[in-house]
């Protein structure tokens, strides 16, 4: 019997190491998305050829996939929460979504200020909220800052998104951290004060609103640029880099943490590393016409073309921070 015993033991044992490999190599992990489906899936299509893991992922919008991992607790599937804009992501973090994560991978190929200051959430690809000119109406030397915006030789001829979409939000929250709420206030009432025509629910619309000389000047994320000028390349609308001589063009990014009950913490970290590489780097960036957020990747050869520029390096996180602040003020200056 003893030998016997022995000898299960020395199975048990080789089984044992051999396991966990055969384990990994089907392991699956789930991820929540608020990318949408043909941004992602041909990533994931790819890590799964080059690890055998699975990738299994439900897309909607950020605030319903918050709210599933809320109601879900510690039984939720998923393993990594992907969203767009920090606010949504600092969102995560405060409501206890989250985890952190400790890797040196990331904290090389993403900067600073693209990430969590504690490490649970990191940016994964770059967008620019700047300034849209008409090309037939606008110069380039007539431009300078957001604030300059404000003034009143843009009296009539400025078009902006809604207020209720997070990507303004993050931009006046930022603008609160850099200048303070008081001076930010005045810059938003100034904005308000030169619209040309009511907020548009898209940023293709102010750029399209520019286009046929409804307005001269807007604010709008770089993709939405890239996009339609795919689609119209004699788009006559251009994009100006803002502040350049102070804090930088506001950035922002589309992100991704670790949900707090990962079942595949492991798993879901490599992936992670694995996105923030320079392989995964140029997919990323260029299937949605972004910037890459490791540094060291260059961009897509389209989005490059639209000039170099110096980003605002103040912590994202503030984003999420200032956002409720940020949503007063708006409402008070009557941005809606």
Request: charged share 20%; hydrophobic share 45%.
């Amino acid at each position: 019997m003893i030998r016997r015993f022995a000898g299960s033991a020395k199975c048990i044992l080789f089984l044992g190491l051999l396991f966990p490999v055969l384990t990994y190599a089907k392991q699956e992990i789930v991820i929540y998305s608020a990318r949408i489906e043909s941004l992602i899936k041909p990533l994931f299509d790819d890590y799964s050829k080059k690890t055998g893991i699975t990738i299994k992922f439900i897309t909607a919008e950020a605030g319903p996939l918050l709210q599933r991992l809320q109601a879900e607790g510690s039984n939720t599937p998923a393993d990594l929460l992907i969203t767009v804009d920090a606010g949504n992501l600092w969102q995560a973090k405060q409501q206890g979504l989250l985890q952190p994560i400790d890797s040196k991978v990331l904290q090389e190929n993403v900067p600073a200020h693209l990430r969590d200051p504690e490490n649970y959430w990191f940016g994964l690809s770059v967008r620019a909220r700047t300034v849209a000119y008409s090309t037939q109406r606008v110069k380039p030397s007539d431009l300078s800052t957001y604030q300059a915006l404000a003034g009143p030789q843009w009296k009539g001829k400025l078009c902006l998104r809604t207020s209720k979409k997070v990507y303004n939000q993050s931009l006046v929250a930022m603008l609160i951290a850099e200048i303070g709420e008081a001076e930010a206030e005045k810059v938003v009432r100034g904005w308000v004060a030169n619209l040309a025509a009511p907020v548009f629910s898209s940023d293709v619309q102010v750029l399209e609103a520019i286009a046929a000389g409804q307005c001269d000047i807007g604010l709008v994320n770089s993709y939405y640029f890239g996009r339609l000028l795919r689609e119209k390349p004699a788009l006559p609308v251009a994009l100006f880099w803002p502040n350049q001589a102070t804090s930088g063009v506001h950035v922002n990014v589309s992100g991704a943490g670790m949900t707090r009950y990962a079942k595949h913490p492991a798993a879901a970290k490599s992936l992670l590393e694995w996105l923030s590489s320079g392989e995964a780097q140029a997919i990323f960036a260029s299937s949605n016409l972004e910037y890459p957020v490791n540094p060291r990747v260059p961009a897509d050869a389209s989005v490059a073309a639209w000039g170099t520029f110096k980003q605002n390096t103040h912590n994202l996180s503030q984003a999420g921070q200032l956002q409720a602040v940020a949503i007063r003020l708006m409402d008070r200056a009557g941005y809606h």
